[in-house]
């Protein structure tokens, strides 16, 4: 019996609608049976799950905001900070997020509209709060590309923890530091490591005034130039490897 | 050393591997499959021996490229040495049809009769090239086009070989070897490197004896080439040979304590290996290979003439560092060695392990990168030669993909092929180009 090409069935066995044997390419799979009702692109979910994380992070800075920043001044004081820090904690222990999504945080300050403002005092608390409370023992955060730069980073950093920041950072970096190892690899502004209790900071480039006021313990290490020092209680300041506090002659606030 | 259960026939094969590494072919293990360990250029040459397949081996000069072949060959198919020896085709410039293929008969042509004196190469089932780039490329050519159809023409005459396997050695390039053309190096299924073996191995080899003696076999020698030379016809020929290769086979047995494979052996053990189909992810994830290394968003396909646009959305992927396209001998390369492995390690399908393993061997000689890729790794600290070190990273770097997307991989394959049985659904969508051959396919097949 003779069959002929145009007739012959495909593996399937089905003929389509020109009664032309289709080969079905993916018959092997046939059996396969999926798991999931619907199906999603795995960089959908990747996008999906980081968007809620996301969030779940920017709700807890615009409380903070809410609770803390209404009139749009805000003042560094430490009673202020303290305050502001423990609003960031509530929240922030909720969260289950990564180093990645606080670094995504940094540049949804600036580059969304979501988030309604930057104040640099609140947002440096929170993401100190962040990293504080972040799984990860190190965390490192690109800032270079932000335009503004961010106050407060690092605050009461514990022990244990090594925060990274590439770029600048504001005044007030690395305060009331708890052990925790803190480098920026860049510049750093005034009252950087300002009643800070131990550990150790390591700015790479320059810093500003009052360097280590009230400083209770621990170390500062600057690359570049110290501008000027604090009223330092107790710990060592480094400038250029050199130690500058204790010194011979102490010069609070003078310009070297 | 190999811990699998294995039947008869792979413990048989086992031990000739074995026996080639302890005795015959010193060098460092330098492939790892499933816990063991292996030396590529063996392990590949036994498995076209038995697969009949087509190898490239290159090296630098003296490193065993062609005695490893010869070894592999005399202990797969029963041959004496000294017969392997006199069947090689040597790459040379003048080299000839009538040496490689078959010449006439001179003493019949003189009482005005055509026929044609058949060279050992082409009646034997071994076929090995010595640095098959010194050949011209006409040469290089009409030797690959026989031993892709295993018919060899000459006057009107023609020979078949129902059992042939091909193993050709190249120099790395220097003044006096010609190109191995692109269409030419695609017919190799694999390529292989005799390495340097390390300084000690190379101290014991030039310590040694020599231990090819040991597999030469004067009398069989002889009456092989006899058959050989013989005006009988090639299919009377081929029961002869037989013979002489079993009583070859024997000696060896009873000498070596090896016991090399008879014709129904390799018959049998062919048939086991085509039985072995691959698992649903190693056929997955050799699909997201094949398409990464023949898609083109653009174009359709990759052409060898055509550049990647700039701003390609698939940038990322392979298809955007390669300038050709996987030739549809790529797949049955991948399938016939990823078999072969599986088979020899006991396994009772092909999994993703034995794809992986071979795909650097069939891949390295056939992808030409582009300029800029190439001249981006050339310096990168490897152990392996180029073409193979750029394979296996490819292969990672598919690898890591599919690792992230296998689930979602075999769901679209698997709603294609309900889409195919008449079911009404939406291709899954992806972000690799394997989504978009398969929306193609269904697109194109769909009335």
């Known amino acids: 019996?003779?069959?002929?090409?145009?007739?012959?069935?495909?593996?399937?066995?089905?003929?389509?609608?020109?009664?032309?044997?289709?080969?079905?390419?993916?018959?092997?799979?046939?059996?396969?049976?999926?798991?999931?009702?619907?199906?999603?692109?795995?960089?959908?979910?990747?996008?999906?799950?980081?968007?809620?994380?996301?969030?779940?992070?920017?709700?807890?800075?615009?409380?903070?905001?809410?609770?803390?920043?209404?009139?749009?001044?805000?003042?560094?004081?430490?009673?202020?900070?303290?305050?502001?820090?423990?609003?960031?904690?509530?929240?922030?222990?909720?969260?289950?997020?990564?180093?990645?999504?606080?670094?995504?945080?940094?540049?949804?300050?600036?580059?969304?509209?979501?988030?309604?403002?930057l104040i640099p005092g609140p947002a440096g608390v929170y993401i100190s709060a962040l990293c504080n409370y972040a799984k990860e023992e190190e965390i490192s955060l690109k800032l270079s590309e932000l335009k503004t730069e961010i106050n407060l980073i690092g605050f009461r950093l514990p022990k244990g923890k090594r925060l990274v920041i590439e770029g600048d950072a504001g005044d007030f970096t690395g305060i009331g530091l708890e052990g925790g190892e803190l480098v920026v690899e860049g510049n750093a502004k005034n009252w950087t490591g300002a009643g800070m209790r131990g550990g150790k900071i390591l700015i790479r480039k320059n810093i500003g005034l009052h360097t280590g006021?009230?400083?209770?313990?621990?170390?500062?290490?600057?690359?570049?130039?110290v501008r000027g020092l604090g009223n330092i209680v107790e710990g060592k300041v480094f400038e250029r490897d050199k130690l500058v506090y204790p010194g011979k002659i102490h010069h609070p606030n003078l310009y070297y | 050393m190999f811990n699998v259960e294995k039947n008869g026939y792979q413990k048989q094969v086992m031990e000739i591997y074995e026996f080639i590494n302890d005795h015959l072919y010193f060098n460092r293990p330098d492939i790892e499959i499933k816990g063991e360990q292996f030396n590529s250029a063996i392990l590949l040459s036994l498995l076209t021996g038995l697969e009949k397949g087509k190898e490239l081996i290159i090296g630098e000069p003296g490193l065993g490229k062609t005695t490893s072949a010869e070894f592999v060959c005399s202990l797969i198919y029963q041959f004496p040495l000294g017969l392997i020896w006199g069947s090689e085709v040597s790459g040379h410039p003048e080299q000839t049809e009538e040496k490689i293929i078959g010449r006439p008969d001179l003493g019949k042509l003189n009482r005005g009769e055509e026929d044609v004196v058949w060279t050992n190469f082409s009646q034997i089932p071994v076929k090995i090239v010595d640095e098959i780039n010194r050949l011209p490329e006409t040469k290089q050519s009409m030797i690959l086009d026989g031993v892709d159809r295993?018919?060899?023409?000459?006057?009107?005459?023609?020979?078949?070989?129902?059992?042939?396997?091909?193993?050709?050695?190249?120099?790395?390039?220097?003044?006096?070897?010609?190109?191995?053309?692109?269409?030419?190096?695609?017919?190799?299924?694999?390529?292989?490197?005799?390495?340097?073996?390390?300084?000690?191995?190379?101290?014991?080899?030039?310590?040694?004896?020599?231990?090819?003696?040991?597999?030469?076999?004067?009398?069989?020698?002889?009456?092989?080439?006899?058959?050989?030379?013989?005006?009988?016809?090639?299919?009377?020929?081929?029961?002869?040979?037989?013979?002489?290769?079993?009583?070859?086979?024997?000696?060896?047995?009873?000498?070596?304590?090896?016991?090399?494979?008879?014709?129904?052996?390799?018959?049998?053990?062919?048939?086991?290996?085509?039985?072995?189909?691959?698992?649903?992810?190693?056929?997955?994830?050799?699909?997201?290979?094949?398409?990464?290394?023949?898609?083109?968003?653009?174009?359709?396909?990759?052409?060898?003439?055509?550049?990647?646009?700039?701003?390609?959305?698939?940038?990322?992927?392979?298809?955007?560092?390669?300038?050709?396209c996987a030739s549809n001998r790529l797949p049955t390369s991948i399938r016939q060695y990823a078999q072969g492995l599986a088979w020899l390690l006991g396994d009772s399908e092909i999994d993703m392990e034995h794809v992986q393993s071979i795909l650097p061997y069939t891949l390295a000689h056939r992808v030409q990168w582009k300029d800029e890729i190439l001249s981006q790794r050339e310096r990168a600290k490897r152990d392996d030669p180029f073409p193979i070190f750029l394979a296996k990273e490819a292969v990672r770097t598919i690898s890591q993909r599919f690792r992230e997307q296998s689930e979602h991989l075999k769901d679209a394959l698997a709603i294609g092929s309900r889409i195919f049985q008449g079911e009404r659904l939406e291709p899954l969508e992806g972000d690799h180009p394997v989504y978009v051959e398969i929306r193609k396919d269904i697109h194109a097949r769909r009335p």
């Not at chain 1, 006021?213 to 130039?225: A, C």
């Not at chain 2, 390529?191 to 597999?215: Q, T, V």
């Not at chain 2, 359709?300 to 701003?311: F, I, L, P, Y």
């Open chain 1, 213 to 225: 006021e009230w400083m209770m313990g621990g170390e500062i290490y600057v690359g570049g130039r």
């Open chain 1, 1 to 117: 019996m003779r069959t002929s090409l145009s007739q012959k069935k495909g593996p399937t066995g089905r003929l389509n609608a020109r009664g032309r044997g289709a080969t079905n390419p993916f018959e092997e799979f046939k059996s396969f049976t999926y798991a999931k009702a619907d199906f999603h692109i795995p960089l959908d979910q990747i996008v999906q799950s980081t968007e809620v994380v996301m969030d779940q992070i920017r709700h807890g800075y615009e409380k903070l905001l809410e609770e803390e920043a209404k009139e749009l001044v805000w003042m560094v004081q430490y009673n202020t900070i303290i305050k502001a820090y423990e609003v960031a904690e509530k929240y922030v222990r909720e969260i289950d997020y990564s180093a990645e999504d606080i670094e995504d945080f940094c540049f949804a300050l600036e580059n969304t509209q979501k988030i309604p403002y």
């Open chain 2, 150 to 324: 295993g018919n060899w023409e000459y006057l009107n005459e023609m020979i078949i070989n129902d059992e042939y396997c091909l193993f050709a050695t190249a120099n790395y390039q220097d003044g006096g070897t010609n190109t191995i053309i692109a269409p030419l190096v695609d017919r190799f299924d694999v390529m292989a490197e005799s390495r340097y073996p390390g300084a000690h191995l190379a101290f014991l080899i030039g310590k040694a004896k020599r231990k090819d003696h040991i597999l030469r076999h004067p009398k069989s020698e002889r009456d092989l080439y006899r058959v050989l030379k013989s005006k009988i016809g090639y299919e009377k020929k081929i029961p002869k040979l037989e013979e002489i290769c079993n009583a070859f086979g024997e000696y060896v047995y009873e000498a070596l304590g090896i016991k090399p494979l008879r014709r129904q052996d390799r018959d049998q053990i062919r048939s086991e290996m085509e039985s072995l189909e691959m698992d649903l992810d190693a056929s997955a994830y050799t699909r997201m290979l094949l398409t990464e290394f023949s898609f083109c968003e653009r174009y359709g396909q990759k052409r060898v003439v055509e550049n990647c646009e700039e701003g390609c959305h698939y940038t990322g992927y392979l298809c955007h560092e390669i300038k050709n």
